[in-house]
């Protein structure tokens, strides 16, 4: 006999399936199991567009075999009309004997009231199941509802001997296969920034390219407006968004929005505002030092290459120990988790 662990695992791997996709919605797997055997499952694939819970219901062929089945979730069901009806209304309607839940949703709008409804139909609801999984899948969106902030991502690359670039010009320092791994990166959040003189001296697109995925929303911090538009991320691959204090304005897929003081505080306002629930910040060091000393950031994922760079500017100064460490070819990634 399989047990609840076992397919709520499924459903982790299900729901990760729409990364970079779903934001700000959270990322959800579902399956359906009858006489332990998986007779549907499914995703929420596409913000907007039907959950989890939707999908999996309409992939199983025997629909009859609902009433008696047992439906895992990795979140919550949802208990409000949203772009989409309350899933947990459609697990009432299917009549399921049992719902087994990974993770409570802290979200206003559900907060356990999906849970409540289904409870005082009479369904069996176990909470709890690989819940620490469950929450980690979805820590940008848990951050989102309950700091009232984006999820702060801080990354950079930096030298053995603690430079991120030399003489303010744009330097390689990690192997080119690691940018597979930054793009990635890029393409699980919602949105990157980077201050006027990054976007000045390494000119970056601010795409995803090495992997399939969709570009985040590009932020940069202008105060003066003083970047050339002929920089590489004001073209239309991806929406840009110059925070500066002269102007508010929209034209095409770029928006000026005029704040009279920059500063991760504000700037953390002003997304959450926008409805951004994750960033990624690749600097430069101003920004990032920013961010540190204001104690505005949630992960950090710092990048050392193999060469020394003997001079040029110093890495961000960063007094925190490591959770994870691993080498990627000539390349050591380490990633830190704020307690």
Same mark, same amino acid.
């Given at each position: 006999?399989?047990?609840?662990?076992f397919?709520?695992?499924?459903?982790?791997q299900?729901?990760?399936?729409?990364?970079?996709?779903?934001?700000?919605?959270?990322?959800v797997?579902?399956?359906?199991?009858?006489?332990?055997?998986?007779?549907?499952?499914?995703?929420?694939?596409?913000?907007?567009?039907?959950?989890?819970?939707?999908? #999996?219901?309409?992939?199983?062929?025997?629909?009859?075999?609902?009433?008696?089945?047992?439906i895992?979730?990795s979140?919550?069901?949802?208990?409000?009309?949203?772009?989409?009806?309350?899933?947990?209304?459609?697990?009432?309607?299917?009549?399921?004997?049992r719902?087994?839940?990974?993770?409570?949703?802290?979200?206003?709008?559900?907060?356990?009231?999906?849970?409540?409804?289904?409870?005082?139909?009479?369904?069996?609801?176990?909470?709890?199941i690989?819940?620490?999984?469950?929450?980690?899948?979805?820590?940008? !969106?848990?951050?989102?509802?309950?700091?009232?902030?984006?999820?702060?991502?801080?990354?950079?690359?930096?030298s053995?001997?603690? !430079?991120?670039?030399?003489?303010?010009?744009?330097?390689?320092?990690?192997?080119?296969?690691?940018?597979?791994?930054?793009?990635?990166?890029?393409?699980?959040?919602?949105?990157?920034?980077?201050?006027?003189?990054?976007?000045?001296h390494?000119n970056p697109?601010?795409?995803?390219?090495?992997?399939?995925? #969709?570009?985040?929303?590009?932020?940069v911090i202008?105060?003066?407006?003083?970047?050339?538009k002929?920089?590489?991320?004001?073209?239309?691959?991806?929406?840009?968004i110059?925070?500066?204090?002269?102007?508010?304005?929209?034209?095409?897929?770029?928006?000026?929005?005029?704040?009279?003081?920059?500063?991760?505080?504000?700037?953390?306002?002003?997304?959450?505002?926008?409805?951004?629930?994750?960033?990624?910040?690749?600097?430069?060091? #101003?920004?990032?030092?920013?961010?540190?000393?204001?104690?505005?950031?949630?992960?950090?994922?710092?990048?050392?290459?193999?060469?020394d760079?003997?001079?040029?500017?110093?890495?961000?100064?960063?007094?925190?120990?490591?959770?994870?460490?691993?080498?990627?070819?000539?390349?050591?990634?380490?990633?830190?988790?704020?307690v």
């Amino acid at each position: 006999m399989h047990n609840d662990e076992f397919f709520m695992k499924r459903c982790i791997q299900l729901a990760k399936l729409g990364k970079g996709r779903v934001a700000p919605n959270p990322l959800v797997g579902a399956v359906i199991v009858h006489n332990d055997r998986i007779i549907g499952e499914g995703y929420h694939e596409k913000y907007g567009f039907a959950h989890a819970e939707v999908n #999996a219901v309409n992939s199983v062929k025997e629909t009859s075999l609902l009433k008696d089945a047992t439906i895992y979730v990795s979140l919550e069901p949802c208990a409000h009309f949203g772009k989409t009806p309350p899933c947990a209304l459609l697990l009432i309607e299917k009549k399921f004997k049992r719902v087994v839940i990974g993770s409570f949703d802290t979200f206003s709008e559900v907060n356990g009231k999906g849970i409540k409804m289904l409870e005082e139909q009479g369904i069996e609801v176990k909470l709890g199941i690989l819940e620490k999984e469950c929450l980690d899948l979805n820590k940008h !969106f848990f951050c989102f509802h309950e700091k009232k902030r984006p999820y702060i991502t801080l990354k950079w690359a930096q030298s053995p001997d603690g !430079f991120i670039d030399k003489d303010n010009k744009q330097h390689w320092i990690s192997g080119p296969e690691t940018q597979s791994v930054v793009h990635k990166i890029r393409s699980e959040t919602q949105a990157i920034l980077v201050g006027r003189k990054t976007a000045e001296h390494d000119n970056p697109s601010l795409t995803v390219r090495a992997v399939k995925g #969709a570009n985040p929303i590009r932020i940069v911090i202008d105060p003066e407006l003083k970047l050339s538009k002929d920089k590489a991320l004001f073209n239309n691959d991806s929406k840009t968004i110059i925070l500066n204090t002269l102007k508010t304005d929209q034209k095409d897929n770029k928006s000026w929005i005029q704040l009279n003081i920059i500063s991760p505080k504000t700037i953390c306002e002003t997304l959450f505002e926008l409805g951004i629930n994750s960033v990624l910040i690749e600097g430069g060091k #101003a920004t990032l030092d920013s961010f540190i000393e204001d104690e505005l950031w949630d992960e950090a994922i710092i990048i050392t290459g193999k060469e020394d760079i003997k001079e040029g500017t110093l890495a961000p100064t960063f007094n925190y120990e490591h959770t994870e460490s691993k080498s990627f070819f000539d390349d050591t990634i380490k990633t830190y988790f704020k307690v």
